[in-house]
């Protein structure tokens, strides 16, 4: 078994729908995860464009998933933290939550979520920097995996 995840049930490589942009509703979508490690105390997401004109731009990242719960819904609300206990970062829209795709003009970009499985859940003093807290996740990650979508406006 390998740790898989889906995003949108959208193939690989697929551009996603403009719901989730800043054209739609710029809402989340739907991620299902499945066999992350039993090992596993604590899923950490980042959804990034690498595409972005000076350096990879920060749409969502958000800590403290339990692995167990297979699935974030669509439509994660904006706030620090969620109902399910979820904790979400500023972005670099500078929100707490999800940012959907907007790049500018109409060039085309791709999106990554990646799912980080850890060996132990993150102290909170070690997420104020969300780039240190990505590396942290690289050194302390039993697995991870990453889907890719796309999109450019119309």
Not at 11 to 39: F, H, M, R, V
Not at 66 to 87: C, F, L, M, R
Not at 121 to 149: H, I, Q, Y
């Amino acid at each position: 078994m390998s740790f898989e995840m889906q995003v949108d049930n959208i193939k690989y490589g697929d551009e996603i729908s403009e719901k989730y942009t800043c054209s739609g509703q710029n809402i989340s979508p739907e991620i299902k995860w499945k066999d992350a490690p039993s090992s596993t105390k604590e899923i950490v997401l980042f959804m990034d464009d690498p595409d972005a004109p000076r350096k990879s731009f920060n749409h969502w990242c958000m800590r403290n998933i339990q692995s167990s719960v297979g699935t974030i819904h669509e439509n994660v609300p904006i706030a620090e933290k969620t109902d399910e206990g979820w904790i979400q970062l500023k972005n670099d829209f500078g929100k707490n939550g999800y940012g959907g795709p907007c790049p500018p003009g109409k060039k085309t970009h791709k999106y990554t979520v990646t799912l980080y499985a850890l060996v132990r859940p993150l102290d909170e003093s070690e997420t104020v920097n969300r780039e240190s807290m990505r590396k942290l996740c690289e050194t302390l990650m039993v697995k991870k995996v990453t889907w890719m979508f796309t999109y450019g406006k119309k």
